[in-house]
C-alpha cells in the first residue's frame, strides 16, 4: 500500500517564526468551513503584522515534501527535524510504512456527519477517500478523510490521534491546514471538468471533504485498455478538454502542480476527463518556498525539484505535455533533472507504432511543452491551444466558410474513386475514430428524401471532401458538350457541393489520379466557387500517406475552430 512522508526542515534561528506561522495556519484550518458550497471564515484574514492577508503555508525552511510515481509505491524523503535548543540533534519523524502501522479505515455503515460509509475506494499520501452516501438527500458522494498512516492512530470513539505526539503533532497541524487549503481551492473552481466540491467539515479530531462521486477510471488504467484503439481525434479531443480545465485553474489564480495520469479521470460513459487532487495546489506568484515540494518522476518539471526555483503555468503544461506523451506512447519522459545533464527524450513520433496514427502538429506541440528550460515551453495553456488549433484563414473563394459541427464529409463518384476512397476513409477514421465521416448518400437511410437529409448531415460537419479524379473531370467535359444537360436534376454529387457551398461550409477539393482542378466554365453555376478553392493532391505509394496526412491536419484545424467557437 502507498506511504508518504512529510519533512519539515527547521533553521534553528527561524524556530520562533515557524511556530508562529503554525499558529496562524492552525486558527485559518479552525476558521475555514464549507457548507452547502458556501465558503465561510468567521474571523479576519491572518496576516503576520495584521497588514496584508498571508496564505500562512510552510515557509522556505520548512517544507513538505511529496515523491509520487505512477508506476511505483510512493517513495519515502529522507527527513530530519532539527529543534532550536540542539541543532545538531537528529530526531527521525517517519519510519517505512509496516504492520504496526496499518491505516485503519472507517467501518461500513459508520455515519459521519451527514454522510454513510459504505466502502473504502481509496488510499492516498494525506488520507483515505470513501464511496459514501449523503443520508439528507440520498445522493453518493466520495468522502476524503484526513488521515496520516504513519503518523496517525484511529481511537476506540473513531478519533484521529498522533501516534506519537511528540513527533506527530506538529505534522498533523500543518497537514490539517494543507487539506483544507485543497478544499479552499477546490471549492473556487467552477469547470465542467473539474471535480466539484460539495462540504468541507471537521469532525473525530480531523477533517473531511465531500467530492462528487465519479463513475469511470483514472486515465493512467483508461489507457491501459484504450491505448490501442486511441487515434489522433480522440487524443487531441482529451488533450483539448484537460487543457480547458488546466486554463480555468490559471485564470483563478492558482497552479495545479501534480497533474499526471492518476490525477486526470475519465468518465466511464462519456469518455471525457475530469481533473482531480488539488492538494499540491498552489497559488500563482507564490515565493518558491512558501508551498509543498511535490515531485512526479518523469510527469514534473525540473523547477518542481530544485529549491527556490520560480513555478508557474510553464510548470503545469510540461506536466500536462508529459502525461499526454504517456498517454499515446505508453512511455514516460525521463526525469526532468536527468534531461538537463543529458537529454534522452525521445521523440514521440518515434515512441508511437504506426508513427502516422497522431498526427505532426500533435507531436510538435508535445516537444515543444516538453523543453527543459521553462522559458522555450508555452508561456500559457492559450498559447498552446494557438498551436494546436491554428486559425484557419480560406483562400478568397466568394463565401466565408466556417464548420458547423467535427464529423467529415466524403463527396466522390463511385465510377470514378470508389477504392481511392476507401483508402481514404480507412485513414480518417484511424485518425478521427470510426463515424467521424459521413460517406456520401450511403450516410442517408434509403426511402429518405436525399435534398432534406444531405443538409441534416452537412451541418453536423467541420469539412466536405470533394474527391476528384480523371472521371469526375471527364464527366464534366461531355456536359459541355450538352450544355442544356449541364445542371442535370439527378447529379447527386453536384447536389451534395452545391448544397454546402450554400451552407458556407468549408471544402478541400482532393485531387488524385494526376486529376486537375476543373475551371469555372466547366462547373455548373452552383458549384463555380469551387473552382477558387485551394486543392489537396494525393499521389500512390508512400506519397499517399504523406498527403493523407496534410489533409488531416487540416481537418484538425477546422475541428479546432469548430471547438473554440462552442
Not at 224 to 233: M, T
Not at 416 to 425: C, E, M, P, T, Y
Not at 499 to 527: G, K, R
Request: net charge neutral; charged share 25%; proline share 6%.
Amino acid at each position: 500500500m502507498p506511504t508518504i512522508a512529510h519533512t519539515f526542515f527547521v533553521r534553528p534561528d527561524a524556530q520562533l517564526q515557524q511556530d508562529t506561522r503554525l499558529h496562524l495556519a492552525e486558527r485559518r484550518f479552525e476558521d475555514t468551513l464549507i457548507v452547502s458550497r458556501t465558503l465561510v471564515r468567521p474571523r479576519a484574514p491572518l496576516s503576520q503584522d495584521d497588514g496584508a492577508p498571508i496564505r500562512a503555508a510552510a515557509p522556505a525552511a520548512e517544507a513538505v515534501t511529496k515523491t509520487l510515481s505512477s508506476d511505483a509505491p510512493t517513495m519515502i524523503s529522507a527527513a530530519r527535524l532539527r529543534s532550536r535548543s540542539s541543532s545538531d540533534t537528529t530526531v527521525p519523524i517517519n519510519r517505512p510504512a509496516s504492520s504496526e502501522h496499518e491505516c485503519v479505515p472507517l467501518s461500513k455503515g459508520h455515519a459521519v456527519h451527514k454522510y454513510e460509509i459504505e466502502k473504502l475506494i481509496g488510499t492516498g499520501g494525506f488520507g483515505l477517500t470513501y464511496g459514501a452516501r449523503d443520508l439528507t438527500i440520498n445522493r453518493a458522494v466520495a468522502l476524503k478523510e484526513l488521515y496520516l498512516r504513519d503518523h496517525c492512530l484511529r481511537s476506540e470513539a473513531n478519533e484521529v490521534l498522533a501516534r506519537e505526539p511528540a513527533r506527530d503533532e506538529r505534522i498533523l497541524k500543518w497537514a490539517r491546514y494543507f487539506f483544507s487549503e485543497e478544499a479552499r481551492i477546490t471549492f473556487s473552481m467552477r469547470h465542467q471538468s473539474i471535480v466539484r466540491i460539495y462540504e468541507f467539515f471537521k469532525l473525530n479530531n480531523t477533517a473531511y471533504i465531500a467530492y462528487e462521486m465519479l463513475d469511470g477510471c483514472d486515465l493512467e488504467a483508461w489507457c491501459q485498455q484504450q491505448r490501442h484503439n486511441l487515434n489522433d481525434g480522440d487524443a487531441v479531443e482529451l488533450f483539448r478538454m484537460v487543457c480547458s480545465a488546466l486554463n480555468h485553474v490559471h485564470q483563478r489564480g492558482f497552479l495545479h502542480r501534480d497533474i499526471k495520469p492518476a490525477n486526470i479521470f475519465v468518465d466511464k460513459g462519456t469518455n471525457e476527463p475530469v481533473l482531480i487532487d488539488f492538494g499540491a495546489a498552489s497559488e500563482i506568484g507564490a515565493p518558491p518556498g512558501d508551498f509543498p515540494a511535490v515531485v512526479s518522476p518523469g510527469f514534473s518539471p525540473v523547477e518542481q525539484y530544485e529549491e527556490g526555483l520560480r513555478q508557474d503555468e510553464r510548470s503545469d503544461i510540461y506536466a500536462l505535455c508529459a502525461t499526454m506523451y504517456w498517454a499515446i506512447s505508453g512511455r514516460k519522459p525521463p526525469v526532468a533533472t536527468e534531461r538537463r545533464t543529458k537529454d534522452q527524450l525521445v521523440s514521440p513520433r518515434a515512441v508511437v507504432d504506426p508513427p502516422f496514427r497522431f498526427s505532426e502538429r500533435l507531436y510538435k506541440v508535445l516537444e515543444t511543452g516538453l523543453s527543459v528550460e521553462p522559458k522555450d515551453r508555452y508561456a500559457g495553456v492559450p498559447e498552446l491551444l494557438a498551436d494546436l488549433f491554428p486559425k484557419f484563414s480560406v483562400p478568397p473563394t466568394g463565401y466565408m466558410s466556417a464548420p458547423r459541427g467535427d464529423k467529415i464529409f466524403l463527396s466522390y463518384r463511385r465510377d470514378d474513386s470508389a477504392h481511392f476512397v476507401g483508402r481514404l476513409l480507412d485513414f480518417l477514421e484511424m485518425r478521427f475514430g470510426s463515424g467521424s465521416v459521413f460517406l456520401d448518400v450511403g450516410s442517408i437511410p434509403m426511402g429518405m428524401d436525399f435534398w432534406d437529409h444531405i443538409k441534416t448531415l452537412l451541418d453536423r460537419c467541420a469539412v466536405m471532401l470533394v474527391v476528384i479524379g480523371p472521371r469526375w473531370q471527364k464527366l464534366l467535359r461531355q456536359r459541355r458538350s450538352r450544355w442544356h444537360r449541364r445542371n442535370r436534376g439527378d447529379d447527386y454529387v453536384a447536389m451534395e457541393i452545391a448544397v454546402a457551398i450554400e451552407m458556407q461550409l468549408p471544402i478541400i477539393p482532393v485531387l488524385f489520379d494526376s486529376a486537375t482542378m476543373p475551371s469555372a466554365a466547366l462547373l455548373p453555376e452552383n458549384m463555380r466557387q469551387l473552382a477558387n478553392v485551394n486543392a489537396a493532391i494525393i499521389g500512390q505509394g508512400m506519397a499517399f500517406r504523406a498527403g493523407a496526412d496534410g489533409i488531416a491536419d487540416q481537418i484538425a484545424k477546422l475541428r479546432g475552430t469548430h471547438y473554440s467557437k462552442a
